[in-house]
C-alpha cells in the first residue's frame, strides 16, 4: 500500500432541501475552551458569543426557519458573580451590535425566560430587539435566557390556573395545543433537532415540553469550536435518522 495518502476528511453531505424547520442548540463548553487554551472562562464566553453570530448568520443563509439557542439557564446564577456579570456584559454588547445590523440581517429574535431580573438596561435592548423585528419573515431565533424548561412549565400551570380562576378557562378543556400556547415558546414548532457540543449528555433542564419528539445529537466539540461543518454534520446526521413519533 505504498501509495496510501491521506484525504481530507469527507463532508457531511447535507440535503439542504429537506431540513429541519427548527433547530435548538445548547451553547456548551465555553470555559473549557478557555481553560484548554489558559484563558480566563470570560474569553470561552466571548469567543462562544462570536461563534453564535457565525453559526446564527450560517442557519439564516441555508434557509433554517427557527433556531433556538440556550445562552443563560435559571441554574447559571449558581457561578460566580464576576462570570454572570461578564455574560450580562456580553449580552449587552451583542444585542447593541445586532440592533445596529437588524435592517440588514432581518433576523427575527425573540427571548425565552423570565427577563425580569435581569439588569434593566438588558430588559430594555431585548424588548427593543424583539420589537424592532417583530415583522421580518424568515429566520427567527429565540435566545433562552434565565430559561429553565420546569421553571415554563409551572409558569404555565400557574397562569392557566389563574385564567381557570377568572372562569376565561376550563380545567377539563386543557389541551396540549392549549397549554403549550402558555409556554415561552408560544407559536413556535417544537424543535426537530437539539444539538448539545461539549461532551455532556444531559438536556440541563432545556425545552423540557418541547422535546417530547425532538432528534437528540451530542459532539464532544465545545461550543466556540463548533463551526458550520459541524452543524452540517449534524443536520447530516438528522437526515439519515428516522423519526416514528410512535408509529411504526
Ligand atoms: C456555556 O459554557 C455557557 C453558559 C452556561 C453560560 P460553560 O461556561 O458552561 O462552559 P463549561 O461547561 O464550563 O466548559
Ligand atoms: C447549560 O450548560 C446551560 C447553557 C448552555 C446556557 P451548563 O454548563 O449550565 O449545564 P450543566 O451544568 O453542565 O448541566
Ligand atoms: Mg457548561
Redesign the pocket.
Known sequence: MAFLKRRPAAEAQVDFDHLPRHVAI???GNGRWAKKRGLPRTAGHAAGAENFRTIATYCKDIGLEYLTV????T??WKRPAEEVSAIMGLLKKYLLEAISRMERDRVKMRFFGDLSPLDPELQALCRRTEEISTHYEGCQVNI?LNYGGRDEVLRAAKAFAEDCVRGDQKPGDLTEETFGSYLFSDGVPDPDLVIRPSG?I?I?N?LLWQSAYAEFYFTDVLWPDFTKEELNKALAAYQGRSRRFGGV
Open positions: 445548547i451553547m456548551d440556550y445562552a443563560f439557564s441554574e447559571n433562552c455532556e444531559r440541563s432545556f
